[in-house]
């Protein structure tokens, strides 16, 4: 038996072509011949169900776009052979007749593509889908996994080299513990993300030194490429030629960019339109105001601790904007998820996607109705009055019951 663990990025990779789909389909074979099975760290099934539409099945689409866009313009500007003769050179004397018409075949042979892509993501996430359904073990991260992330995150340590990387550091902890505790030996981890799990050393990409030991106490491999761990199951599965493409994609710096796509877009004008984050607003966070409030009992937590203040809270939220539509679009600051704000949602309570956390996006316009100002704002969280049902700040409450209800009785 072969126990293989992919990271968030290499499973959305299997899913939109990057890795070739025959590794998929032999994982599927391999998984209910039961001759391998699939460990998932919970955190990678939480990130897969947020991505695998936006970075997957869109993502997708988004290049095909940008191809078709780019073989139109080119069809413009080739135009009638007789007024860009200039052009020529292009194609072959023999050609020159039927250039226009190549052209125009070409450009129609691949917008009929379209749909055979989208089919075939969809395919692709479906049986992801299954996989994890009917054939992965959960792998859930307990209190202690949580501390040892914690821990690696203070002394920053890898996985924490380039950026916050608590996810996945709960991804890999939780597995490298879940091997130990279960005696499983010869595993496989893989991940595209080098930038956190590896260190460059004469010129290639090797695990992080801050993570060898962990990985050997584990018994477990660790992999850049899905052909590379496959190959040491089933011999030459993937070409030499084959693995040196996908290694030379994942060495481009910009492979790995994650864009955001425009909600309204996708929804109502069935476009891939890409969000432009990069913009900073000012964020009022009605939760937190009790921390500056000198009356709030303060509790100690050892001579080593220090008290919290409003110097480290967010004081700004990031924004984006749709460079098709030009929806506004903001990065909750709970739970990172990317919200969409609709023109009556100004000015109202706007709920997260992601979390339910609400907010209010507060607008100001000037006399001629030009935006003057714009404030996020995330209001004080409200209780219930178990008797009235009425709404109140939690420090109004006593038991859940109001303070006008206590008095009536």
């Known amino acids: 038996m072969h126990y293989i663990t992919f990271d968030t990025n290499t499973w959305i990779y299997l899913g939109n072509g990057t890795e070739p789909v025959k590794l998929l389909n032999y994982l599927k074979h391999e998984v209910e011949n039961e001759n391998i099975k699939i460990l998932l760290p919970e955190q990678v099934l939480k990130e897969w169900e947020v991505n695998k539409e936006k970075n997957v099945k869109q993502g997708s689409l988004k290049h095909f776009n940008e191809i078709k866009d780019a073989l139109d313009r080119l069809q413009k500007l080739l135009g009638d052979r007789a ?242 539509c030009n929806t506004e679009h903001f990065i909750c600051t709970d739970c990172g998820a990317v919200n969409a704000v609709l023109t009556h949602e100004y000015d109202a309570l706007k709920e997260c996607q992601g979390c339910g956390l609400n907010y209010i996006v507060r607008t100001t316009y000037d006399r001629k109705g030009i935006l003057e100002d714009e404030i996020y704002i995330i209001p004080k969280e409200k209780e219930i009055c178990l008797k009235c049902g009425e709404e109140f700040d939690e420090n109004e409450l006593i038991d859940y019951i109001c303070i006008r209800c206590l008095e009536k009785e």
Not at 140 to 168: E, M, Q, V
Not at 188 to 200: G, L, R, W
């Open 83 to 324: 007024e860009k003769a200039i052009l020529s050179f292009l194609l072959d004397e023999s050609d020159k007749k039927d250039e226009k018409d190549y052209f125009k075949d070409l450009i129609d042979k691949f917008k009929q593509k379209k749909k055979e892509i989208e089919e075939a993501v969809t395919e692709n996430i479906n049986l992801i889908d299954d996989l994890f359904k009917s054939h992965a073990i959960i792998i859930k991260a307990d209190n202690a996994i949580y501390k040892k992330a914690g821990d690696y995150a203070l002394a920053k340590k890898a996985p924490f080299k380039a950026k916050n990387s608590f996810a996945d550091a709960l991804i890999v902890f939780s597995l490298l513990d879940y091997l130990i505790k279960n005696d499983i030996e010869n595993a496989i981890f893989v991940s595209y993300n080098t930038d956190d799990f590896c260190e460059k050393r004469e010129g290639k990409k090797y695990l992080h030194p801050d993570l060898e030991k962990e990985f050997q106490e584990a018994k477990c491999k660790f992999f850049k490429i899905v052909g590379e761990a496959l190959n040491t199951i089933k011999q030459d599965l993937v070409s030499e030629e084959e693995l040196a493409l996908i290694e030379e994609i994942q060495d481009d710096e910009n492979w790995s960019y994650s864009p955001e796509f425009c909600e309204v877009c996708s929804e109502s004008l069935e476009r891939v339109s890409e969000v432009q984050f990069g913009y900073e607003i000012e964020l009022i966070d009605e939760r937190l105001k009790h921390i500056s409030n000198p009356d709030q009992l303060t509790l100690d937590f050892g001579e080593n601790s220090s008290e919290p203040t409003t110097d480290n809270l967010k004081k700004t939220i990031e924004v984006g904007y749709c460079d098709w």
